[in-house]
């Protein structure tokens, strides 16, 4: 087919708008994500690909000995065989439909990569040693025609062209200089019916030369003046009559060509195109040429059932080439056993040769990489002629073929499994990237599921559900469940359960019993997704139609909340626990196939992001931020997206799979992310992520070890280890019973050779004697001869030196004779010179006229023989074929001739060959005469040489003299023939510079018009520069704002925070005074009890501006008393403290430095109360004593005045108690203090912290500031400062009185009240701690106590423990926490 002329493609000379981020070799980056990609705190690297796109072609290249580019997912993989690692992996880019074929430069350093795209094909050039993409694409458009993918590619010998064949329907072949990104020109090679094109390749040897091959179709093109020419061939006249298929073909190492037929026909072609013959060894089956590769010795062949052929050079020229391997993938061709392909290893798509030609790599259809020998010896060539495939082995591992539909994985092992459509369950290694174990099953396997422990598997095939033990070597079923394709299961986070989806029904069983704990029922369709949270109480899911349900497991089931979308296919759903304020919420994330991704909390959708794509699977790392989707959009390729977490729709993706993504996992740990694809590969990408990782933790338990096996087979390897023992020991006793006798042998042995040689030596030292007396012998004479030769050769010299001395006389005299002659021819030829320079300079002259006239008469005589050259040329046409004729005639009459000659020549060859043996002895005794007379000769030439030796100086001064006259006369006409040349080329220039002219004037006019555009173009540029740097500051602008308004939230909560724990701890004092009065009032017909209490109420809730009374001789003694036992328990709490102590001393240093000057401040204030009350008490006590000593035990008057007052004083707090339980809400479920419940009160200042500073230890009255100072520090907080023991004593009637004083103000604030009654319910769920903190803060310092009361009287000491202390009070108070965690609990009241 005729060219399409000069070139009409346009090459981009930048990446298409929807690959940008994807040419430069980084990933495509969503909306607003862009300007903080590098802030991001996580990034996805492709670790491993487990998988290879088959069905395109060029899909696997050597670029070294061990090192293979091939395609997997979306990606380009180059796979180091020696490392066992993938070093490089190329990206596809954004927006692409799929990888099409891959072509490899000669030098191996550069990779093509056709890409299909909706509006045209890409081609992209990689660096194959740094991974970069070249800027510049290659894309092909020539008017309306636009080509939509490369279905081949091939590059030339030399590097420098590549050519690439467009796919349907216009077939078009173009030829690019891949390195400018320029086509040079295009054409349409298919035939009228758009046949499909299989191949194109360049001659390895004549880069102008292209071959095409296709269903039909066989062309050579020619590249000449950017025009495609097309060749003829013997081949086309054939083909139109057998209508042959050619679909494969390749070069030879001798530049022969061989194209392979879907017949089954091996065509032989010679460097031209000229078919030469069809091969004897053709297979002859159909399709069993669909792919071929040359090597040295011949070229390799692979087809149709997996059946790879190997042929080489034959010895018989007729033959040409012959089969010399024939290799089965699958295993024998009867069948009897499985090859390295797995059953049905499908067909060979694709194959290649390694540099040193001893490995050939395979690709079949079943997309598993192969490779086997071709180097092999003459036993392995017979084996693969019976069909063993010992030689075929996996290049890395075997792979899925076909979609992959389940994946899991384990959470104490680095394991993965898969389950795909090719019935076939995998468990894979993700850190060391092997394959442990692939099981073939007769069912399809639709889905799966991976233990926590990694001892058990679920597995749901099309007829039942299989649980499986995973043992060493094998997957062992020991429980089946009558569920028919199941294609959802998940083990729970702990592993105790596992659900199984069963149509529309959700069924939860127990791990190890597998009894069924719940049914879940409310779809109206098939489910599709389940997800456990985060402590397995509960299930989510979501299915075909449209509704998204959550179930509480715990209460069988009972189905929390519900979202429905009618008309919308959820395909997965996940779930995340959020713990706030004590309390638990999940929210719930589902993607379908509406193109977004929600946020549901509560059954209420919060959030909604548009992806713009059909997103498939979810996954979250909560600890990383991340949420990970996966696009499963229909024949288009699926890339992973990372959003940042908590959802704000900003999100980075990364190319993966070639189809959709079928399924999504993430690692326990959060280091690796794996994703399956209905492409059949398995991706492992690590998560690089700024904050270090549960694993990165020392405390972190690393992976198990441990297998699971069977008792018979443990029983079986130890029998097998039994016998292997016992027969090394056998071998051992063998092996040693040999060696002693092989010793014994060898001793005697060497008995005999030491006499053996013995014997010799002795005969050999005679003989040496005996040689050397004839050496000697021989020495005498031969010095005899020296001697006589040295005088006679004395003789001779002397004699040679009388006649070199005559002969040198002669000799001067002739010198000096010559060199007188010599001055006479030099002064001759120096004037004769001169004269011949005056000559040849007239000369020149003359011959520069005579030229100048010849060289008219020339142009003269050029014309008139161009006119005679166009009658000659017609006369020759004419008498041509005569010629020929005559010739033809004239050459069979030449072939007779010479062949009778030749017969002649050979009779007289025999004739000549019997005389030449005759001369050659003749001659063989010339020659040894002749060597005599040589040797004769040379002595005399060697005299000649030294007496010539100075003849030949002279001579040489006379041939450079001649030779510089030669050479002068030489220069002389070649300057004449440079002033003709150059002449001529002056004409030829001046005809190049009119057409240059003329060209410049028209490139000129073409490109003023393109400068007036690019100036243009420059200006809207820089206007949009500018309109981007305005957007850039108004997005800082706004960041900042952001900023801003987030710090004035934050501060808001924690105020509203402080405001609630205030409210919280007024309803806890109003609940303790209740429960207080209850228990006061219990003791009422006991005065003495009566008045306990009542006075331990007044110091706990009365403030100190309440009018006092005055006390009594009892009270004071009372309150001696007390102020005994207070010195008492602090001395005995100050000795444990100081043991308790030492263990968080440590600790404690932190928070007591932070500290310190507060506590200070508050010990100068309560040095100047106690202080001041001491003085008070003292002046008492010297009153009241004298009274005290003659009272009786009997009641008097004055005791029943006191008792009358106290009863008064319960009346009062009574009316006060009604009207704080008219205003204030009622708490509910609230537990009684430690110690308040009994009848009898403890002493009146029991509670203290084991953790607090030594102080003065004088015991001291509340101060009326420490209400104020109690509400500084929150509740639980662990700064708290560490006070003096006697001033933790007052900080619980503290904050009683402050109570006190807050619950009048209630009553007369009914606005307050309101306010408590709206924030009861977030107070309710942190009520229960403070109370339970109050009750182990009272029981740890009432133990003191009853070790003080041992030394008082024994009623005192029964008044002062009180029933509701007991021994747990000493270890309750170390649940407050660290420090002063005790301590703090009664400073809070």
Known sequence: MPGTGPVAAQSTSQNPPTAAAAATGSDFVGTNAAADKDARAVSLAHRHIFGIKGGIKGNIHFTEESHLLYPAGHNAILYYGDQKTQARVYPGMEGSEGITCLAVTPNRKFLAVCERFQERAVCSIFDINSGKRRRNTLSYTSGEETTREFVCASFSAENKFLITQGGPPDWTLTLWSWDKARAHGAVKVSNLTGSVIHEVSFNPTDSSLVCVIGDGVFKFFRLQEGTFKAIPNQLSKMREAVNQNYISHAWLHDDRLVVGSEAGDILLFDNGGEFKMTLPCSPGEPRALLTMA????????????????????????????????????????????????????????????????????????????????????????????????????????????????????????????????????????????????????????????????????????????????????DM???????????????????????????????????????????NLRGHQSKVRSVCWSADDSKLVSTGADGAAYEYDIIKEGRRCSDFTQKGTNFSCIITYTATENAQQTNTVYVVGSDKTLKEVQGGNPVNCLESNSTMGQLALATQAKALFAGVSESELPGPIRCYSFPLDGDYVEYQAHSLAVSRIRITYDEQYLFSAGDDGCLIVFEIKKKVPTKRDKDAFLGFADEILVTKAFLDDKQAAQLDLERQVEELTSRIDFR????????????????????????????KFEVLREEKAEMEMTLWENIKTQKENHAKSTQDLEQSFQQKMLVEVHRYQKLAQDLEKERQEWEAQHDKILEAQSAEIEQLRQNFEQVQRANREEQDRLIREKELAFKSHQETLAQLEQDADREIEELKEMYERKLAQEKDEKVRLRGQAGIHKKYHDDLDRQMQKRTDDVKKEEEKNRQKEESIMTLLKDKESNEKEIKERDKTITDKELRIYDLKKQNQELEKFKFVLDYKIKELKAQIDPKTADIESMKKQTQAMDDELNDYMRKNKQLALDISQLQMKQRALQAEIKSQKRRLRDDLNLIKRFKLDLSETLEGVDEPKVLKEGMAQLYRKYVQNNTKKLDLDTDMQLEYKRQRDYLEKSVDSLKRKLEKDSQSHRIDNMRIMQENVSLIREINDLRREINQLKHERTAQELQVQMGQSLGK??????????????????????????????????????????????????????????????????????????????????????????????????????????????????????????????????????????????????????????????????????????????????????????????????????
């Open 1192 to 1389: 009786d035990t009997a009641v008097d008057p004055a005791m029943q005045e006191e008792v009358a007052l106290q009863r008064e004083q319960i009346a009062e707090l009574t009316r006060h108690l009604q009207s704080l339980q008219d205003t204030a809400p009622q708490l509910e479920d609230a537990s009684p203090l430690d110690g308040a419940a009994t009848g009898a009160a403890p002493p009146p200042a029991p509670v203290l912290g084991t953790e607090t500073g030594a102080g003065d230890g004088s015991p001291l009255q509340p101060p009326q500031d420490a209400a104020a100072d109690a509400t500084m520090l929150p509740a639980g907080s662990d700064d708290s400062p560490e006070l003096p023991a006697a001033a933790a004593d007052e900080v619980v009637p503290e904050q009683g009185e402050a109570a006190g004083a807050a619950a009048p103000a209630a009553a007369e604030a009914p606005a307050e009240a309101e306010a408590q009654e709206e924030s009861d319910e977030a107070a309710a769920g942190e009520e229960a701690p403070a109370t339970a903190a109050a009750e182990s803060a009272t029981a740890a310092a009432a133990a003191p106590a009853a070790e003080a009361a041992e030394e008082a009287p024994a009623a005192e000491a029964a008044d002062a423990a009180g029933p509701g202390v007991d021994g747990e009070a000493e270890t309750g108070g170390g649940e407050a926490g660290d420090g002063g965690g005790e301590g703090e609990a009664a400073y809070r009241g």
């Open 476 to 518: 062992r079923t020991y429980k089946e469940i009558p569920i028919k394709g199941c294609r959802e299961c998940r083990f729970s986070h702990g592993g105790q359960f596992f659900a199984a989806v069963n149509s529309n029904t959700i069924q939860v069983y127990k791990t190890y019993t597998c009894e069924v704990v719940c």
């Open 294 to 473: 040359a090597f040295g010795k011949g070229f390799v062949t692979g087809g149709e059932g997996g059946i790879v052929r190997v042929y080489d050079r034959a010895i018989d020229v007729k033959e040409v080439f012959k089969e010399s391997k024939k290799i089965h993938l699958d295993g024998k061709p009867n069948g009897e056993r499985s090859g390295a392909a797995g059953p049905g290893a499908g067909y060979v798509t694709s194959l290649v040769v390694s540099p040193s030609e001893e490995t050939v790599a395979i690709v079949t259809s079943t997309s598993q990489l192969l490779q086997l020998s071709v180097s092999a010896g003459p036993s392995d060539m017979k084996d693969a002629k019976e069909g063993e495939s010992v030689a075929v082995e996996n290049i890395l591992t075997s792979f899925h073929s076909g979609p992959i539909l389940g994946l899991d994985v384990c959470v104490r092992k680095p394991l993965i499994v898969t389950c795909g459509i090719d019935k076939s369950v995998r468990i894979w290694n993700y850190v060391e990237r092997t394959q442990d174990l692939c099981k073939f099953f007769g069912e399809e396997a639709y889905s799966v599921a991976f233990h926590p422990s990694g001892f058990h598997l679920i597995v749901g095939f099309s007829d039942k559900l299989r649980l499986m033990n995973l043992l060493m070597e």
């Open 739 to 766: 060696l002693r006798h092989r010793d014994s042998y060898h001793k005697e042995k060497m008995a005999e050779m030491q006499e053996k040689y013995s014997e010799e030596i002795e005969t050999e030292r005679r």
